[in-house]
């Protein structure tokens, strides 16, 4: 193999590992529409059957009751058997007409504290369309900013976009974006927490997504020890406890908890527990773990 043929292998990892979604067409005409390109498509479509002795814990078979209202999936192209699993499941179960995920920030772009917006996203064989109406009510209503910039090649999102167009094709999207570093008693947060709570009691036919990935950066045996900790926050879904769980996506599982909380609690089914050494045996020393997750 030649040194751009290695050049181009070790970046075509450094993006899977990140999950990133390639733009469509340029920044400033495209800032949100998302494609899976011709490398990440073999993770797309082609690993598509869950290896259930590759995880922690977990169960093959029926996937989500026709009752769950909300669920956490990874953003880890990485992890896509176990991404289409989750969404064969909850398409098997009941029908979604809109999604509203809450994801994390991941890069220094944009503005604002909590973040949407109205663009549509190109999977590159699907247009997925916003939901304009809940948009406009988040942005009229809360202290959520519409902001394009804070989008692009944001894999917190992207990554699960072309997931919800093929199983549930009709379906809208209200992308919203927390920033790692808000303060978890912000009113920001308090404000989103209630009026998702108010939308999601209202409409039944609303879906909530936590876009989350768990441990970052530890070893195959401290990424053990940090997902039985998480495991067992995840199933009492206490609201402060999730202060202390290994996710990128704390204030997105905050957000899930004291919604699930409001509601009189959850019944929380963890669908699977798995990562990224489990699933590739590399970089034991950078293992980031997933939880795929539905809550009833």
Request: proline share 5%.
């Amino acid at each position: 193999m030649n040194n751009a043929a290695v050049v181009r292998l070790l970046a075509g990892m450094v993006f899977l590992c990140a999950g990133i979604s390639e733009p469509v067409g340029a920044q400033e005409a495209h800032p949100t529409a998302v494609a899976v390109s011709a490398q990440y498509r073999a993770f797309y479509d082609d690993r598509r059957n869950p290896d259930w002795s590759l995880t922690r814990s977990g169960r093959p078979g029926p996937g989500a009751a026709s009752t769950a209202w909300a669920g956490i999936v990874s953003h880890h192209l990485l992890a896509a058997p176990f991404i289409h699993d989750w969404f064969a499941g909850l398409a098997a179960a009941r029908e979604v007409e809109r999604f509203v995920v809450l994801a994390p920030r991941h890069f220094p772009q944009g503005h604002g504290g909590i973040v949407t917006t109205g663009r549509p996203w190109n999977t590159g064989n699907t247009v997925l369309q916003a939901d304009r109406a809940l948009i406009d009510r988040l942005t009229t209503d809360v202290s959520v900013i519409e902001d394009d910039a804070s989008f692009y090649r944001e894999h917190g999102i992207g990554t699960l976009v072309p997931f919800i167009a093929e199983y549930f094709p009709e379906a809208t999207i209200v992308p919203i974006l927390i920033d790692p570093v808000l303060p978890w008693n912000a009113d920001a947060i308090r404000d989103l927490t209630t009026e998702l709570a108010a939308i999601l009691g209202a409409d039944s036919e609303s879906f909530l997504l936590v876009s989350a990935d768990f441990s970052h950066h530890r070893s195959p045996e401290e990424t053990a020890r940090a997902d039985d900790l998480s495991a067992e926050i995840l199933a009492d879904m206490a609201p402060a406890a999730m202060r202390r769980i290994y996710s990128d996506n704390t204030r997105g599982l905050g957000v899930l908890a004291s919604i699930a909380a409001r509601q009189g609690g959850a019944i929380v089914d963890i669908r699977s527990n798995t990562d990224s050494w489990l699933l590739w045996g590399q970089d034991a020393a950078d293992t980031t773990s997933y939880f795929f997750v539905y809550l009833r």
